[in-house]
T-cell receptor, first 109, second 116 residues
Framework: EDQVTQSPEALRLQEGESSSLNCSYTVSGLRGLFWYRQDPGKGPEFLFTLYSAGEEKEKERLKATLTKKESFLHITAPKPEDSATYLCAVNTGFQKLVFGTGTRLLVSP | GAVVSQHPSRVICKSGTSVKIECRSLDFQATTMFWYRQFPKQSLMLMAT?????????EQGVEKDKFLINHASLTLSTLTVTSAHPEDSSFYICSAPDSGYTDTQYFGPGTRLTVL
């Protein structure tokens, strides 16, 4: 069964304190791993797509990396506006996504 | 990125009534769209795949007679929750993949359904 597990469940950081979020996955055949940001009461906002081990993508303070079993979302010098839930999802085929339960990030000034 | 809209953003209805939610791709065509449900503090669960010109396909455990899906055009899919009950109260979100190589899914803003 395809599974996605995210850790930690919640993370509290001070502004400027860098950290990483983890996404472990078990799928029969990876057809893409996606990172999304979700603010309360809103739909997920696309951040990155990764396809193969060793791939990295960067956007402002965020950097996503991928290995054969997991992906990391690195947040460098976060700001309060980075506070959100970060979701990881894998494409299990036919464009269907299986999501992890997310990491709730709170960045304090 | 591509833009997906949903209407309404929130709806409150009485138990036993039906509610229709629209999902539109604004700047691209989508032969396939997806409907998800999200309960508080939980992640998104795929309910069904909406296919333009053919029947929707439903995930295991999702009642097709309760959640009617119609993909009327290349930019519009609708989800109708029939005979709604309080346990159907949830956040419903649609998505559509871009037409390019990446298959990236773009999500709508969601619809908050409350059944009294």
């Amino acid at each position: 069964e395809d599974q996605v597990t995210q850790s930690p469940e919640a993370l509290r950081l001070q502004e400027g304190e860098s950290s990483s979020l983890n996404c472990s996955y078990t799928v029969s055949g990876l057809r893409g791993l996606f990172w999304y940001r979700q603010d309360p009461g809103k739909g997920p906002e696309f951040l990155f797509t990764l396809y193969s081990a060793g791939e990295e993508k960067e956007k402002e303070r965020l950097k996503a990396t991928l290995t054969k079993k997991e992906s990391f979302l690195h947040i460098t010098a976060p700001k309060p506006e980075d506070s959100a839930t970060y979701l990881c999802a894998v494409n299990t085929g036919f464009q269907k996504l299986v999501f992890g339960t997310g990491t709730r990030l709170l960045v304090s000034p | 990125g591509a833009v997906v809209s949903q209407h309404p953003s929130r709806v409150i209805c009485k138990s036993g009534t039906s509610v229709k939610i629209e999902c539109r791709s604004l700047d691209f065509q989508a032969t396939t769209m997806f409907w998800y449900r999200q309960f508080p503090k939980q992640s998104l669960m795929l309910m069904a795949t909406s296919n333009e010109g053919s029947k929707a396909t439903y995930e295991q455990g999702v009642e097709k007679d309760k959640f009617l899906i119609n993909h009327a055009s290349l930019t519009l899919s609708t989800l109708t929750v029939t005979s709604a009950h309080p346990e159907d109260s949830s956040f419903y979100i649609c998505s559509a993949p871009d037409s390019g190589y990446t298959d990236t899914q773009y999500f709508g803003p969601g619809t908050r359904l409350t059944v009294l």
